[in-house]
């Protein structure tokens, strides 16, 4: 009987531990507390006046929605949380979320109207974002820089300016149009810029780097790694393209699983797992590095290691919810229970109002059942 609770603890487990690991830009993939609510003030829908023959409406068509999604804008990260608001098309607010330190964010909401609905990300020293949500999943929005400042691997952040100043300025003219093409949206027209730039400089990393990012975006997996493998090459210190790479990796192992091929998601977690390993070499304080790697250890077996990678991650950064979420899993299939409970106790006090909430809360429940079952 005991041996029965257990699976089924850690089969819940797992299901939470999937819900928290988006697609990587889609990558990486945390998922970030949000109440789910639209804030205060919003419109309800409209009512038919009091006349005395009041003329019958039609009820606005609703849906339920789970967005999740991610924000690049860097490879630092953020200092806070960022908003991520949900409105139509008018500029009515609809809801809202919050990205965590590695732009992760996640949306949940029950009769959500079916209309027209724009992402919008306002941010200090980034230009306003705004873009029609096409799709729920894999939300990926890319924020430019006001002062136009881009990303150069792990090192610091540079101006184009000093691009010019190692790479043919026809080349960097066509970067930068490819980014005001992504802030856009326009991701097509971006990835034949920065394929345009590449041609004129064949080792641009920031351009080939941007290229894979792109193609995360629009869920091209086997192109973004293509690009990702040679941005590796292009910038051998740099650690981004493999935290990226990493990521993809990780995705393309659950996909396996899920597909009843465990052999193969178990060769694809382990080459994550050394992809991100080396991340953290080159950049020991990658947040995002140490919450997959974790992931990919628990994958594939390597329990006491995965907690151990885990707790840096939080270490790092007390706000990675899919970590926590993943060392849940490790206590859990550990027979450690009270941990745990600690961790999960822990989860729910800093996020109330977590989508994972329910789910979590029964998880608890059939731990502490568990727990009473076990002889003293």
Not at 302 to 310: F, G, I, K, Q
Not at 318 to 346: C, F, G, H, W
Request: with cysteine; net charge neutral.
């Amino acid at each position: 009987m005991r041996a029965l609770s257990i699976r089924k603890i850690v089969l819940a487990c797992c299901a939470i531990a999937a819900m928290a690991w988006p697609l990587f830009p889609q990558g990486g993939g945390n998922q970030t507390p949000g109440n789910g609510q639209p804030p205060p003030g919003q419109p309800t829908q409209p009512q038919p006046r009091a006349n005395p023959a009041p003329i019958p409406q039609p009820a606005t068509p609703s849906r339920s929605v789970f967005i999740r999604g991610r924000i690049i804008a860097g490879v630092h990260g953020f200092d806070s949380y960022v908003e991520v608001r949900f409105e139509t098309d008018g500029g009515q607010p609809v809801g809202f979320a919050y990205a965590d330190s590695n732009g992760e964010f996640s949306f949940e909401q029950r009769d959500f109207l079916d209309t027209t609905i724009y992402v919008v990300v306002k941010l200090d020293g980034f230009k306003p974002y705004r873009e029609r949500l096409f799709s729920p999943s894999g939300v990926t929005i890319f924020l430019e820089r006001e002062d136009k400042v881009v990303e150069k691997g792990g090192a610091p952040l540079i101006d184009l300016r000093q691009l010019r100043a190692k790479i043919p300025g026809k080349a960097v003219d066509e970067y930068e149009k490819a980014l005001k093409e992504s802030s856009k949206g326009n991701r097509s027209k971006a990835v034949e810029g920065f394929l345009r730039a590449i041609k004129l400089a064949p080792d641009f990393y920031e351009a080939q780097n941007s290229l894979a990012l792109q193609y995360l975006a629009m869920q091209q997996y086997d192109d973004a790694e293509t690009a990702l493998l040679r941005a590796r090459d292009l910038s051998p210190k740099a650690a981004d393209p493999l935290i990226n790479l990493g990521t993809l990796y990780y995705q393309r192992g659950e996909a396996q699983a899920d597909g009843g091929r465990p052999e193969e998601a178990a060769a694809t977690f382990q080459k994550a797992a050394e992809f991100l390993d080396e991340a953290i070499r080159r950049n020991p304080q990658a947040v995002a590095a140490h919450a997959y790697l974790g992931g990919a250890l628990y994958k594939v077996g390597n329990y006491e290691r995965a907690e151990t990678v885990l707790n840096r991650a939080l270490e790092l950064d007390d706000d990675q919810q899919n970590a926590r979420l993943m060392l849940v899993n490790v206590y859990t299939r550990s027979a450690r229970y009270p941990e745990a409970l600690k961790q999960i106790d822990i989860f729910l006090t800093k996020y109330p109002n977590a989508p994972q909430r329910q789910a979590l809360e029964k998880i608890k429940e059939q731990i502490e059942g568990v727990l009473r079952q076990s002889p003293q």
